[in-house]
């Protein structure tokens, strides 16, 4: 008995000591076991670009160090023709992003900071005679050249006062905020400024007469927080551009997701609006604390009330295209690739056999054919679709695409591709003429930390639902996986709540990590995730805890029925929407799982409504405000908050959050926390000051990884019993 209590003592005792090596940039690992900092450790690749003669591919490469906690991204140079990459980067300059062929191919148009300014520069393609070529007052986020090179578009921030009031002058260190006006706050940062496109001259090489193409007007353009150099786009003859803007501010802006794509006419100074819509803003009887499903009449023929975004010119200039979502204030909204000809005004949304939303495009060379990558059966591959609307698949393969660039010398697509096994890595895909695509990697980026990690196999699991219909899930083995032991096992509740559990590769919620740590995980898709039909998509909406969570039920039930799964060891974890799961199933789980983790989850839907920013997202999930009492949609919402169910909670839970987040605010873990700890269930409450949504700082995503698996590790493998 004595010598089981020194064992438990000390066992305590080494339990809360912190556990950091003394080298925490050491890429540590155990084994052949992927570990966060070897997963800290790989090369991430971002932008990409492909030369006119189809040779050469220019593209980024973001490494992180973690003892200095931040990153650094390099430029690289492949020559596909002699199969050989080249850094071009200089190794002691500020990171260096949006490369772009310039001058024929010759030359690489790039972002790098001088006198810590943002601007635009160029080097050769061997990396020789660097430039910069501009000289703005304030950092450049982002540019795009004309086609005959004689114009670039820029963008910058312009300060903002729509919400937030300016201080007076003689107060210059008052650090209190006036508000006035909603959208005060947007994702991890307050509202002060908002970008703009600016237009430019290229004389003799310079980046002259910058002036701002909404000069006065209060818009943001391109949309934040994600929207960037896509929702821009050059005709072939460099007379027109193309961009999307929201016409909205405030209370407008906080209730509808309405863009449209404007074509700005550079002869002439004329701007049309390519998908004027009658929208909330011209019915005065708006109630704001509604959904506009319920107040917009869709019935009129009108295809443009959503997101219109990407625009694209065709190569010969015939056509513009871009993507385009029906209903205002719908954010998850099926994405359709809509072609306008300019010569007429004629639309055809070209993409509606295929029953997901198209994430992203290109035009073939012909101008007669698209490629768009799309969701489908929890893979999100390549098709090719006609002006009249007939799609056919390019490839078939278990993993995510996304499209770069079209090809026209060699015919070809530059993609990325990733999987749950692979991180992002650049392809090129030929299209054939019958059957699918031949498809060939082009970069190894993380090829040394493939070599010395074991993954554990995947594998695609239908499992009937409560309904009688089928659901598609993931599970993740791990590595030298034995099926006559007996494993713990995790079901991942993924957030959104309407983005697809496909073949992602993440940096923080990775499967393989999970598996490499004893885990067998299932991934469920879900009621309410693309890729299936919109009718199992739109399931989610006004019914967070309807079908969808006995979906996620039904999947742990059915991979607990394995002999190498130990029932008795059950953990439940997500995040946002997958967060907002965890905080429900941890009130009617009727016991099956021993422990959860919840990060940046929402607790209480009523506090919710009026904590977020994107104020469309509330009012369509949830129906309307709290106060509207006769929406029946609410009412379900609103009274069955995971909140409401805390005295029926029985497992302990990591509540997660960070504190820049605006989407969900961390009051929410907070509270969760709170409320475990007041009911006397085992709780922890890990909070980031400097984090949004996402966890992006390396010790930060280091320190989660291990607060994650010592909470897994202590109550599903009985480290301390």
Known sequence: MKNRLEILVILIALLMMPFFPIDCNAETQEGDLLTPELLWS?????????????????????????????GHTSIFVKDLDKNSTRKITEDNSSSESSPVFVSGGTKIAYLAQKDGIAQIWTVNTNGSDRRCISAEADDIEGFSFSPDEKKVLLIREIPTDVSIKKNDADLPKASGMLI?????????HYVTSIPHPFLADIVDGKVVNSHDLLEGKPYECPMTPFGGMEEFAWSPDSKKLAYVLRQKTGRDYAVSTDSDIFLYDLTTGVTKNLCKSVGFSDNKDIDYTRSLKDQIDYSNGDENRGYDDNPKFSPDGKYIAWTSMKRDGYESDR???????????????????????????????????????????????????DLKGQIA?????????????????????LVKRHSISQADELYVVRPEKKGYSKVEQLTFVNKETYDKVTFGAVKERWVNTVDGKKELCWVIYPPHFNP??????????????????????SYRWNFQIMAANGYVIIAPNRRGLPGFGSEWLEEISGDYTGLCMKDYLSAIDDLAKESYIDKDRLGCVGASFGGYSVYWLAGHHDKRFKCFIAHDGIFNTESQYLETEEMWFANWDMGSAPWVKKNGVQAKVFSDSPHLSVDKWDAPILCIHGQRDFRIEYSQAEAAFSAAKLRGIPAELLLFPDENHWVLKPQNGIMWQRTFFRWLDRWLKKIIE
């Open 42 to 70: 790989m090369g991430r690749i971002g932008e990409a670009a492909v030369s006119p003669s189809g040779k050469q591919i220019v593209y980024t490469v973001t490494n992180y160090n973690i003892k200095e906690n931040k």
């Open 393 to 413: 698949p390019i490839t078939d393969d278990t993993c995510d695409y996304s499209i770069v660039d079209y090809v026209s010398a060699s015919r070809s697509l």
């Open 335 to 385: 994405a359709r690739l809509c072609v306008y000809e300019l010569s007429s005004g004629k639309k055809n949304y070209v993409s509606e056999d295929f029953d997901s939303g198209v994430d992203g495009y290109c035009w073939d060379s012909n101008s007669k054919k698209l490629y768009f990558a799309g969701c489908w059966q929890a893979r999100i591959n390549i098709y090719s679709v």
């Open 484 to 505: 006559n032991q007996k494993y713990p096992a995790l079901l991942y509740c993924e957030g959104g709540p309407q983005s697809p559990v496909s073949q992602f590769w």
């Open 180 to 188: 006035h006006e909603l959208m005060y706050k947007h994702w991890d």
